[in-house]
């Protein structure tokens, strides 16, 4: 009877134990999901906060400027699309003298860059170009 009773109670422990750990794996889970989730609607709503661009612009021999660089996505799920560029061309004295919009399309993915260059006939007088990013789509 004593064996019975003792066989019983530790079954019973077992059991217990691993009830408890499947509940423990299926709320984490859970809570990886949710988190996924709410990281995935930070990044689709502000893609400007995870992307960056960097360039570097030289002249050809036709006397255009060529604007080369990358666009790199920092999110950590979120895929971007069809990033627009500003182009703002400027003087020695830091006047603007004309702003040009580019578009890269292509699909740059999470923790990923891809490169992009263009090709301007620059206004008379440029000393810098500026490239910034004004929006994107999110990749489904």
Same mark, same amino acid.
């Given at each position: 009877m004593k064996n019975v009773a003792a066989f019983l109670l530790i079954s019973i422990f077992l059991l217990m134990a691993c009830s408890n750990g499947t509940t423990e794996t299926t709320s984490d889970k859970e809570n990886y999901k949710k988190a996924t989730e709410t990281l995935l %609607?930070? %990044?689709?709503?502000?893609?400007?906060?995870?992307?960056?661009?960097?360039?570097?612009?030289?002249?050809?021999?036709?006397?255009? &400027?060529v604007i080369k660089g990358n666009v790199d996505n920092s999110a950590k799920v979120c895929s971007y699309k069809d990033v627009q560029l500003e182009l703002a061309f400027f003087s020695k004295t830091g006047t603007l003298l004309e702003k040009d919009l580019e578009t890269v399309y292509e699909i740059i993915a999470p923790g990923k860059s891809?490169?992009?260059? &263009?090709?301007?006939?620059?206004?008379k007088g440029t000393d810098s170009i500026a490239v910034k990013i004004l929006g994107a789509k999110v990749s489904q």
């Open positions: %609607e930070k %990044e689709k709503k502000n893609p400007m906060s995870f992307l960056k661009v960097y360039s570097h612009d030289k002249h050809n021999l036709l006397g255009q &400027t891809v490169d992009f260059k &263009t090709k301007y006939f620059a206004p």
